[in-house]
């Protein structure tokens, strides 16, 4: 039941930020909706070479979330309790750490002005105090949740907006 309503939850959760994230795009203009979808050419026209155009700021965050992603699945496979684990563990959460405090000052979509995705950087630091707090304390339950949570709460489902339309991750996969 506990897995049942965990994506349950996170299906809420998409639907709500989805919804914030066409809301921001149409401006509150609800007829502008229709001709967002009518618009993209999802034709894939890889475009690397926005990456290297793009600020410092945004590459180093790229590259902070693009590893967290990777130690994330290797962590979540790797054998737990371990030297290693906890070794990796640690590398993993500054590269979060990297990620939210890079975020913080990427606001050239908004101009200047943060954007409701920034609601992940107060998050990410919240559950990464979890993270540490529960396997300091050995409450290994605990700790898997913090870490699941802030897995797919604080990186995947962020890194799904990275994909929307104007943004790099959308310009570097398919060339818009």
């Not at 007829?31 to 690397?48: A, I, Q, V």
């Not at 410092?56 to 965050?61: L, N, Y």
């Not at 990777?70 to 563990?89: I, S």
């Not at 949570?149 to 995947?156: Q, R, W």
Request: proline share 4%; charged share 10%.
């Amino acid at each position: 039941m506990n897995t049942l309503r965990h994506i349950g939850i996170g299906l809420a959760l998409l639907i709500v930020v989805i919804g914030a994230a066409y809301w921001q795009a149409v401006d509150g203009d609800l007829s502008r909706l229709s001709g967002m979808f009518g618009s993209f050419d999802l034709t894939p026209r890889p475009n690397l070479a926005a990456f290297g155009e793009a600020s410092v700021m945004i590459q180093i965050h790229v590259v902070a979330a693009m590893s967290a992603l990777l130690l994330g699945v290797v962590q979540l496979v790797a054998p737990k309790g371990t030297l290693p684990h906890r070794t990796l563990g640690y590398v993993w959460a500054l590269l979060m750490v990297t990620t939210a405090l890079t975020a913080i000052f990427i606001r050239e979509i908004n101009g200047g002005d943060f954007s409701f995705i920034h609601i992940f950087v107060p998050l990410t630091f919240l559950g990464l105090f979890g993270v540490i707090a529960n396997a300091r304390k050995m409450q290994t339950d605990k700790h898997r949740n913090a870490v699941m949570g802030l897995f797919f709460g604080a990186l995947m489902l962020p890194g799904l907006f990275a994909f929307m339309p104007g943004r790099l991750m959308w310009q570097m996969a398919f060339g818009g």
